[in-house]
Antibody
Framework: QVQLQQWGAGLLKPSETLSLTCGVD????????WIWVRQPPGKGLEWIGE???????KYNPSLKSRVTISVDASKNHFSLTLSSVTAADTGVYYC?????????????????WGRGTLVTVSS | QSVLTQPPSMSAAPGQKVTISCSGT????????VSWYRQFPGTAPQLLIYENNKRPSGIPDRFSGSQSGTSVTLGITGLQTGDEADYYC???????????FGGGTKLTVL
């Protein structure tokens, strides 16, 4: 059964860089897109960005200047870095797989999620 | 302020039916398929519906989805206390070039 395992630092100070990694266990890494989503405490879901196995990325315009998503297909994992964090970046960060078999993006959806990593930004 | 609009909360009695709405625009729901996700407290979201009305394996047929114009609806019949959760709609917005979510609907079964 395919699982997504997340890891990374959970406590940061303002202005530091958030760094998380998501590993794909028991399944293929290629042929999919992969995303990061975050959820502030008590609030809804926000898409951060995506990448495929070739490193083709898209980012949320509101975060684009601070976000980088990279992939290491040889290790079956992908990573998120978010620079210059503030308290507003506090929340649970999820990685997820995009079922992106269709050529057209309008058909895509997120079928597998990691368990989430709580990231707290506090001085 | 979410791009997709959902009611913040809904409630219904066990055994009843509930419909959760998600409204958008021609650049998102009117142009792309919608997926729905269920999130229990303290856990990750789980895919419930994709391509507006298709259920992944393991999701019972008590859950259904429909679409009309720039709105979609998630239906849940035979409500159970175990259906209490937050429900989110999501789709691709071609104008924003971004995946967008609804603000979420907290369902209470009482």
């Amino acid at each position: 059964q395919v699982q997504l395992q997340q890891w990374g630092a959970g406590l940061l100070k303002p202005s530091e860089t958030l760094s998380l990694t998501c590993g794909v266990d028991g399944g293929s890494f290629s042929g999919y897109y992969w995303i990061w989503v975050r959820q502030p405490p008590g609030k809804g879901l926000e898409w951060i960005g995506e990448s495929n196995q070739s490193g083709i990325t898209k980012y949320n315009p509101s975060l684009k200047s601070r976000v980088t998503i990279s992939v290491d297909a040889s290790k079956n994992h992908f990573s998120l870095t978010l620079s210059s964090v503030t308290a507003a970046d506090t929340g649970v960060y999820y990685c997820a797989r995009v079922m992106s078999w269709a050529t057209r993006r309008r058909y895509w959806y997120f079928d597998l999620w990691g368990r989430g990593t709580l990231v707290t930004v506090s001085s | 302020q979410s791009v997709l609009t959902q009611p913040p909360s809904m409630s219904a009695a066990p055994g009843q039916k509930v419909t959760i709405s998600c409204s958008g625009t021609t650049s998102n729901i009117g142009n792309s398929f919608v997926s729905w996700y269920r999130q229990f407290p303290g856990t990750a979201p789980q895919l419930l519906i994709y391509e507006n009305n298709k259920r992944p394996s393991g999701i019972p047929d008590r859950f259904s989805g429909s679409q009309s114009g720039t709105s979609v609806t998630l239906g849940i019949t035979g409500l159970q206390t175990g259906d209490e959760a937050d429900y989110y709609c999501a789709t691709w917005d071609s104008s924003l070039s971004a995946w967008v979510f609804g603000g979420g609907t907290k369902l209470t079964v009482l």
